[in-house]
């Protein structure tokens, strides 16, 4: 079955500065790639998501791009503010799957 | 109001005791998931559930059963916790599948078993 990567077990930043998560993933045909977000105490919420039909989306500080070729996918956050700190998941499901699979999580904390 | 409700948020087991832990969503979706959540190991899925009476095992089924008599609930059931069953338990619903749709995570329940 899927299995998703999450290479970042844990990432700085300092304010201002870029972040970037990067996900590999193991099956050709997952067509949908969601990021989740999770601070501390709370629980997940969706952040922006990818599919298979483009290879970049923005929406206003966060950059999801796709390399199929390579079954990697990554979220880049610009100009960090420290409310970004949290856990950070990407999934990967096929399409007409009811499953979505995640990653382990990187936790991104922003420093002042 | 699009909200995931779980109950309780917290409970502490003795080992061999049965736990349930209860789901509610307001959105009339579909499709309901059972996830827990281990440190390093992100979520990994339990139970999907596609409608009532409509389960279907996730990746770590063992230990666990489900329930879902009405479109809205979905009850995760430990029978016997066991110690390695301590952990974050996320209930989530989505409108269909998950390819293409976004899930709503309840606030998590965390069980402890000792």
């Known amino acids: 079955g899927e299995k998703v990567e999450q290479h970042e077990s844990t990432l700085s930043v300092r304010e201002g500065d870029s972040a970037v998560i990067n996900c590999t993933y193991t099956d050709t045909a997952s067509s949908y790639f969601p990021w989740y977000k999770q601070e501390a105490g709370k629980s997940l919420h969706f952040v922006i998501d990818i599919r298979s039909n483009v290879d970049r989306k923005q929406s206003q500080r966060l950059i999801v791009l796709l390399d199929k070729k390579a079954k990697r996918f990554s979220l880049h956050i610009t100009a960090t503010q420290p409310e970004d700190s949290a856990i950070y998941f990407c999934?990967?499901?096929?399409?007409?799957?009811?499953?979505?699979?995640f990653g382990s999580g990187t936790q991104l904390t922003v420093m002042p | 109001d699009m909200k995931v409700t779980q109950m309780p948020r917290y409970l502490i087991k003795r080992m061999g005791e049965n736990v349930l832990l209860e789901c509610g969503q307001d959105m009339s979706h579909e499709t309901m998931y059972w996830y827990r959540q281990d440190p390093g190991l992100g979520l990994q899925l339990i139970y999907i559930?596609?409608?009532?009476?409509?389960?279907s095992e996730g990746d770590i089924p063992k230990g666990y059963r489900v329930s879902r008599k009405k479109r809205e609930h979905f009850s995760l059931i430990l029978d016997s916790a066991k110690t390695n069953q301590t952990s974050v338990y996320f209930c989530?619903?989505?409108?269909?599948?998950?390819?293409?749709?976004?899930?709503?995570f309840g606030e998590g329940s965390r069980l402890i078993v000792v």
């Open positions: 999934a990967a499901s096929s399409s007409g799957s009811w499953q979505l699979i």
């Open positions: 989530a619903s989505s409108l269909e599948g998950a390819s293409g749709n976004t899930l709503y």
């Open positions: 559930s596609y409608d009532v009476d409509s389960n």
